[in-house]
């Protein structure tokens, strides 16, 4: 029996700040089990402490979604856009076969939903899944807004 993935938009405000706090621990050599064990200020006051840098919850969060957005600007440069978010498609077309999703399968309805809230939350394109220039300006990352934005 076929289960539909039901999506939740506001879901894709969780994942974007599980991203975007993951991504530090990994700049730091973080792991990312201790990880989700602590909180902003408990990772904030080990970089502090390591470091000796004034690093509070807030830097935490922009340098996360700084990282982020960098590493999605080397993705658009190698040809990676809306199309290419996708999901197997076995996840897709082939209903999990155990575990409390049993017979759950995601439609593509469903995930192009929450890919626009993503990038919504994101502050990318809809359209394309590129940064808007608004957003890289947000994070200072204004010299890397991607030529296409320019013209």
């Known amino acids: 029996m076929k289960i539909l993935f039901v999506a939740n938009p506001q879901e894709a405000r969780i994942v974007v700040d599980l ?17 989700i064990l602590l909180t902003a200020e ?39 856009n809306r199309d290419k978010d996708i999901l197997p498609g076995r996840l897709l077309e082939d209903p999990l076969p155990s575990g409390p999703a049993e017979g759950m399968v995601i439609e593509r309805e469903a995930l192009e939903s929450m890919k626009d809230a993503y990038y919504d939350y994101r502050g990318w394109d809809r ?4 940064p808007a220039p608004e957003k890289l300006v947000e994070l200072g990352l204004e010299e890397l807004i991607p030529d296409l934005w320019k013209a």
């Open 19 to 35: 991203e975007n706090a993951l991504t530090v621990l990994d700049s730091i050599g973080g792991c990312k089990f201790m990880g």
């Open 42 to 80: 408990d990772i904030t006051n080990l970089i502090t402490n390591a470091t000796g840098w004034d690093f509070g919850v807030d830097e935490f969060r922009k340098s996360g979604e700084r990282i982020y957005n960098l590493m999605r600007l080397y993705c658009v440069r190698e040809g990676i």
């Open 127 to 130: 359209a394309t899944g590129i």
